[in-house]
């Protein structure tokens, strides 16, 4: 039997999601209702299932996205988008690995709904201009536009240096063992001058409530937090990079940092419970 192209396309399909979204909880919501809405296509009718099915996940992740957009203005303290678990082959895919890293996803939060639609499907997955206007409901023309704004935007806020994998492993893994040794000048020494710390408790565990910026500030916090209890740290990936699972005093976070010219710059923490269910298998990401 021929594989359903659902089925065989489905990795695609929730990678698209996901980078709409930001959410693999949402994500998977959106693939049930494209199911339900493929089920009842004739299939003999449609030339090309691969572009049909991600247009239509589209239109149902730019439903759910507004949706989102009005019940996030809500949400408790700073939002981070949910982790993903992948594997070092993952990162292997350059572009895909960045483009579902934490810190493009929280760039591609600062972009509207369409924007972020056209800006994914164009710029990670090559579709053509004229696939997403019928997929986002704009002519061929404003779609080009879009793009292009929403191009420049996120090469404005994304990371300039692109970082090869063993170095930021490298990097993170120095951070984790001062962590968890309590070693504070080494911590110091890991870190920009001007790094940022973002953290994501959704009002559910303690987080504190804006971003945290310099490394004065930030290893004051995290040695207060190291006071506070035993703290484990493991090295994971996450989102196509290498990354951090901490424990204190019994709760996890995790952790995933941005490195550049051999520092960590911005670290996003998530410990917000409902955001850490996917930490254990990792996710089929493909394009």
Avoid at 10 to 33: I, K
Avoid at 183 to 190: A, D, Q, S, W
Avoid at 211 to 218: F, L, M, Q, R, T
Avoid at 273 to 279: A, E, S, V
Wanted: proline letters at 5%; glycine letters at 6%; charged letters at 30%.
């Amino acid at each position: 039997m021929t594989e359903d192209p659902f089925v065989a396309h489905r990795g695609l399909l929730f990678t698209v999601a996901y980078e709409m979204l930001g959410s693999a909880a949402d994500a998977e919501d959106v693939l049930q209702e494209s199911w339900l809405r493929w089920a009842d296509v004739e299939r003999s009718r449609v030339r090309d299932p691969r572009g049909y099915l991600v247009r239509v996940v589209t239109r149902q992740a730019l439903n759910r996205l507004r949706t989102l957009s009005r019940s996030r203005e809500d949400y408790v303290g700073e939002w981070l988008p949910e982790p993903l678990l992948t594997t070092p082959d993952g990162a292997e895919d350059v572009e895909l690995a960045e483009s579902v890293s934490m810190a493009v996803l929280t760039v591609l939060e600062t972009l509207g709904p369409t924007e972020r639609a056209v800006f994914v499907l164009r710029e990670v997955f090559d579709t053509p201009y004229g696939e997403i206007a019928e997929a986002v409901g704009k002519s061929t023309a404003a779609v080009r536009q879009i793009a292009r704004r929403a191009r420049d935007h996120v090469a404005a806020r994304r990371p300039r240096v692109r970082v090869d994998r063993a170095e930021q492993r490298a990097v993170v893994e120095r951070f984790l063992e001062a962590l968890r040794t309590g070693r504070v000048r080494e911590l110091m020494e890991v870190m920009a001058p001007d790094v940022v710390m973002i953290a994501d408790g959704g009002g559910l565990v303690a987080a504190f409530p804006a971003p945290i910026h310099g490394a004065d500030a930030v290893v004051g916090l995290l040695a207060r937090a190291d006071r506070a209890g035993a703290v484990e740290t493991a090295t994971v990936w996450l989102n196509g990079a290498p990354a951090g699972r901490i424990e204190l005093g019994g709760e996890p976070a995790a952790v995933s940092f941005v490195v550049e010219h051999g520092r960590i710059s911005r670290i996003y923490v998530v410990r917000n419970p409902r955001k850490l269910t996917r930490l254990e298998v990792p996710a089929a990401l493909s394009r």
